[in-house]
């Protein structure tokens, strides 16, 4: 079982940066590969970004690639959702997750255990 405490999320304007972290519980956490998610109003959530156990492998949804950062510290069991040049259109509940294997995955069905969510909101 691994539980997961988003926190970070805030208002901030457009073009700014925002850290999300998520610390997990449990002594398992570098078998987890991590992702984040996030859902608009009236939206799918939708993935992210995702790390592998090692932090060696990542992937990104298209529209935050070169202003996303996702990274992990295994010995501090947080991962963290490094955000920059933030646009409006960032704006969401943001959820980490956790999936019990050590690869990415980036289906949000591929996921076991989320975390309750952290609000971002990016004005224009």
């Known amino acids: 079982q691994v539980q997961l405490v988003e926190s970070g999320g805030g208002l901030v304007q457009a073009g700014g940066s925002l850290r999300l972290s998520c610390a997990a519980s449990?002594?398992?956490?570098?078998?987890?590969?991590m992702g984040w998610f996030r859902q608009a109003p009236g939206k799918e959530r939708e993935f992210v970004a995702a790390?592998?156990?090692?932090?060696?492998?990542?992937r990104y949804q298209d529209s935050v690639k070169g202003r996303f950062t996702i990274s992990r510290d295994n010995a501090k069991n947080t991962v963290y959702l490094q955000m920059n040049s933030l646009r409006p259109e960032d704006t969401a509940i943001y959820y980490c997750a956790a999936r019990a294997n050590l690869v990415v995955a980036t289906t949000r069905g591929d996921y076991n255990y989320w975390g309750q969510g952290t609000q971002l909101t990016v004005s224009s």
């Open positions: 790390i592998s156990w090692s932090g060696g492998t990542t």
């Open positions: 449990g002594r398992t956490f570098s078998r987890y590969a």
